[in-house]
Nanobody, 119 residues
Framework: QVQLVESGGDLVQPGGSLRLSCAASGNIFRTISMAWYRQAPGKQRELVAGVTGNHTTKYALSVKDRFTISIDNAKTTMYLQMDSLKPEDTAVYYC?????????????WGQGTQVTVSS
């Protein structure tokens, strides 16, 4: 089982940028598809961006051309670069497998990292 720890969330003004990080305790980033998810108050958790083992990426329409998902060369950390942030991007952001909670790898969600976009 792999533990995932998200970090990098903050309060930022509209139009600003943040980079989120996801650290894993195991070799998960070399092996399977991963994704960033977010959950805003009163809403269901949604997939924001995903990346496969061969680096193919996908994005929700709401963040396409503003967010970039990547994995570092050592394949120890996954990132979400968020640019041109909007108030509607406010949410708790999580990293997990894609699809989430693949039982052979991850059995729970991490604590997430709070992103608040507000002036």
């Amino acid at each position: 089982q792999v533990q995932l720890v998200e970090s990098g969330g903050d309060l930022v003004q509209p139009g600003g940028s943040l980079r989120l990080s996801c650290a894993a305790s195991g070799n998960i980033f070399r092996t399977i598809s991963m994704a960033w998810y977010r959950q805003a108050p009163g809403k269901q958790r949604e997939l924001v961006a995903g990346v496969t083992g061969n680096h193919t990426t996908k994005y929700a329409l709401s963040v396409k051309d503003r967010f970039t998902i990547s994995i570092d060369n050592a394949k120890t950390t996954m990132y979400l670069q968020m640019d041109s942030l909007k108030p509607e991007d406010t949410a708790v952001y999580y990293c997990n497998t894609d699809p989430p909670l693949r039982p052979e790898w991850v059995r729970s969600w991490g604590q997430g990292t709070q992103v608040t976009v507000s002036s």
